[in-house]
């Protein structure tokens, strides 16, 4: 089965934090992605990466920065942790092939004070 | 903006087949059908994807109109751990977006 982990089910950090959420996956996918959902809001797309030390803005990059040094593993980076940046945020990972579903982790309930 | 149409929610008695419908008139002739479910305070999982045939797997089974403008995800024998929100999302799986767009979804109670 493929398996997408993060780092944290929950985290609470302070406003003005520097916070890092670590995703691996361990199925060689080449593809990864971060997502937040808000309620009401649905998904949405913050980076996703096609390769290593590649990335690609999603639809709300700002306020967030990504880091991919290795395949497996994807990292999202709140440079200054703000309130408006409490949130359920997802990692997922697809392979370039085929169907290209993706496969999320379990999510980081991430809230800031 | 979510390319696709479904019920708010939808209740279903244990044991029996749980069929969610999807409405996705505007659909490409490169677009699969994709459908994902969230269990509460979980991440996203795919259960099925399909292009014109109709799909089987371990999870569920899709049925796709010959005019692909609709289709229906079948849980055959719905339990309790089945309740859910479930989406389903068109996309072309080569070129396009990798994002996918999740609308509201249907929310599936399994009732016992």
């Known amino acids: 089965d493929v398996k997408v982990t993060q780092s944290s089910r929950y985290l609470v950090k302070r406003t003005g934090e520097k916070v890092f959420l670590e995703c691996v996956q361990d199925m060689d996918h080449e593809n990864m992605f971060w997502y937040r959902q808000d309620p009401g809001l649905g998904l949405r797309l913050i980076y996703f990466?096609?390769?290593?030390?590649?990335?690609e803005k999603g639809d709300i990059p700002e306020g967030y920065s990504v880091s991919r040094e290795k395949k497996e593993r994807f990292s999202l980076i709140l440079e200054s942790a703000s309130t408006n940046q409490t949130s359920m945020y997802l990692c997922?990972?697809?392979?370039?092939?085929?169907?290209?579903?993706?496969?999320f982790g379990p999510g980081t309930r991430l809230t800031v004070l | 903006d979510a390319k696709t149409t479904q019920p708010t929610s939808m209740d279903c008695a244990e044991g029996r087949a749980a069929n969610l419908p999807c409405n996705h008139s505007t659909i490409s002739g490169n677009e699969y059908v994709y459908w994902y479910r969230q269990i509460h305070s979980q991440g996203p999982q795919y259960i099925i994807h399909?292009?014109?045939n109709n799909e089987t797997n371990e999870m569920a089974s899709l049925i796709i109109t010959e005019d692909r403008k609709s289709s229906t995800l079948i849980l055959p024998h719905a339990t309790l751990r089945d309740t859910a929100v479930y989406y389903c999302i068109v996309r072309a799986t080569q070129g396009g977006s990798e994002k996918l767009v999740f609308g509201k979804g249907t929310k599936l109670t399994v009732n016992p």
């Open positions: 399909g292009l014109k």
């Open positions: 990466s096609y390769d290593v030390k590649m990335k």
């Open positions: 997922a990972s697809s392979t370039q092939a085929g169907g290209r579903e993706q496969f």
